[in-house]
């Protein structure tokens, strides 16, 4: 287990597991935060030690607990925890709090009663698994990590000096050129099993002739990332100019964790299993064949060998920017 440096951004996560429900919930959790680019220091208080606790949650950016029921209360080893982290913890650190139960789930009300009356800002509303969490649970777990990690680093921006002139002029003038560099208004779309996902793409870029095929780019927090490895499949679904809007601004809004991405969207069904957006311009049925880390996203390679143009006489929505540093 690594030691966040002082200024680094980390989240302190503490849990106890009666049965393991309880750390599986855990470790998703984890893996939205470490998603997201910030450290995730991960104590189970049944085994560490006191001062490790405090030491973490005194330089930590925000916390987590995560505690089972058993007999209608917490185990001793969490309320020992919660004892240090309301000494040691600033009430401006963010919390969160979750747990796993099989009847009633108190002592995840214990942690979250003493955390609010203590005046600290929740980062997400409980989360209560009942006895073992299934993977469209644990897929929530972790888009709630990076939500709750995302949380933590636009607080950070914000406490961020301003750079000077001198280094703002020349910053922005890369970012007005990088940001003139195009690309289609796109809609990937996966489904694994009772597992879906959708986003909003615009750097995309055919790669291949023989085979067909295409890169992508997916930042690395994207909910969507992790259904996006070797040999799982998607749908591409390219906008089409005058009736893109709806689409983009549908698959630009930010989604609860967990939430379903096609409410009130016309879709059929491809023969991979994915989801076809009705109203664009044409799609495509693709597989992902490699995928390349490349700084703060993954650059997935995919071929596809089927596809169909929806709106005969459309053309393709184009994406202009204005910087290169964001969408």
Known sequence: MGRAAKNDLSVALIYASAYGNTAIVAQAIARGISKAGVMVETFNAEHAEPDEIKTAIAQCSGFIMGSPTLGGHAPTQIQTALGIVLANAEKTKLAGVFGSFGWSGEAIDLLEGKFKDAGYQMGFDPIRVKFKPTEVTLKTCEETGTDFA???????????PKQNVATTTQAANLEQALGRIVGSLCIITTQQDNLSGAMLASWVSQATFSPPGFTVAVAKERAIESLMHQGTNFVINVLQEGNH??????????FNPGEDRFTKIETETAENGCQILTQALAYLECKVENRMECGDHWVIYATTNQGKLLQNNGITAVHHRKSGTHY
């Not at 680093?153 to 406490?159: D, F, G, L, N, V």
């Not at 809007?245 to 930010?254: A, I, S, T």
């Open 150 to 160: 995302q949380s933590i680093k636009k607080a950070e921006k914000r406490r961020q």
């Open 245 to 254: 809007l709806g689409l983009m601004k549908h698959f630009l809004k930010p």
